[in-house]
């Protein structure tokens, strides 16, 4: 008589119980498909963040879940940025293919650069990141003809969201669009990591080598993740082309890759909120200091940072903590 397998079992009921829903997060998300209408005078920062959330999504699932590090992960976003204006502009303006093709062709991109992240030390995979981003932007100058080099890629009208929904100067329909796209693919990229093969890259994360021993092939799920977080990267893109009508070199900027760590820093890693709550936070605090003080909100900014790093992000959320550390060693020591 076989004897059930209880590991098993009690493996496949902690992935169920870490992709089950909780309300706060229906909630939430309730929330924020609502706050295009409910928000209209702000929905184009609403627009923004869905976009840099996304953006922050992607790089979670390589560097939250694989520890993959990267700073080129702005060659993604570009790519499907310059695929889906391109597309509109001379092959069809409907934006659910634009899209559609922008995710294809990023995520082949991921794929073929996924061989060059597999090998080597955290510093080396964050020099080919960055050299793969460096390469696709001086393409996109070289290639005015096609681009429109330094000018940008001008003249990119989108057709009506599902033949009815023409995107509107106010951003409400742009917004409403971008949200949407951030909400599937949070469903997916959370079924994504808390799927059985979703705990094999979390081995990785944890420690390649005794992933390896126990049979898990590190190379092949690496490459999977990397280029899954690429077809997200470009779908980033491809929404801020669609919503702005605009394409330029800016989207292979190195900086775009860089505030995107800074986003995880503030969010945190490897629970896929953290990039949602990063984009919230930088976009609005951005927006707010520039308001009161156009030449110093960098100087806020960084010390902002300064200060969540000193303190540690779970005091700065709770303010109630920060006056009972001694207290609580005491009680730790007495014990």
Request: positive net charge.
């Amino acid at each position: 008589m076989n004897t059930p397998d209880f590991s098993s079992m009690n493996n496949t009921n902690i992935l169920m119980r870490a992709g089950r829903w909780r309300w706060w997060e229906l909630l939430l998300w309730a929330v924020a498909l609502s706050l295009p209408w409910v928000m209209n005078t702000h929905a184009l920062i609403i627009n923004e963040i869905a976009i840099v959330a996304l953006f922050a999504l992607s790089l979670d699932i390589i560097l939250g879940y694989t520890g993959i590090v990267s700073l080129g992960h702005a060659a993604f976003f570009g790519m499907g940025a310059y695929t889906a204006a391109l597309f509109s502009k001379h092959i069809n303006p409907d934006p659910l293919f634009g899209l559609a093709v922008a995710m294809v062709v990023s995520t082949v991109l991921g794929a073929i650069c996924s061989v060059t992240v597999q090998r080597g030390t955290d510093l080396t995979r964050l020099m080919v990141t960055m050299g793969v981003g460096l390469i696709l932007m001086e393409l996109a100058n070289k290639l005015d003809w096609l681009t429109g080099g330094a000018d940008g890629l001008q003249g990119v009208m989108m057709g009506p969201l599902l033949g009815r929904f023409e995107f509107d100067l106010y951003g409400s329909t742009a917004a409403t669009y971008s949200i949407v796209v951030l909400f599937i693919m949070f469903v997916l990229a959370r079924r994504f990591v808390n799927s059985p093969f979703g705990s094999t890259l979390k081995a990785i994360h944890d420690n390649r080598l005794r992933a390896m021993a126990i049979g898990i092939p590190v190379a092949s799920r690496i490459a999977v993740a990397y280029t899954v977080a690429a077809g997200a990267a470009g779908m980033a893109g491809a929404l801020l082309a669609q919503t702005t009508g605009f394409a330029s070199l800016d989207v292979f900027e190195f900086h775009r890759s860089a505030d995107l760590v800074l986003l995880l820093v503030i969010g945190g890693v490897g629970w896929l909120y953290g990039g949602v709550i990063g984009a919230i936070v930088f976009k609005v605090l951005q927006d707010a200091i520039s308001s009161i003080t156009p030449q110093y909100w960098t100087f806020w900014i960084g010390l902002f940072l300064v200060v969540l790093m000193l303190v540690g992000r779970e005091r700065v959320v709770r303010p109630w903590t920060w006056f009972g550390t001694s207290s609580s060693k005491k009680k730790e020591g007495a014990a």
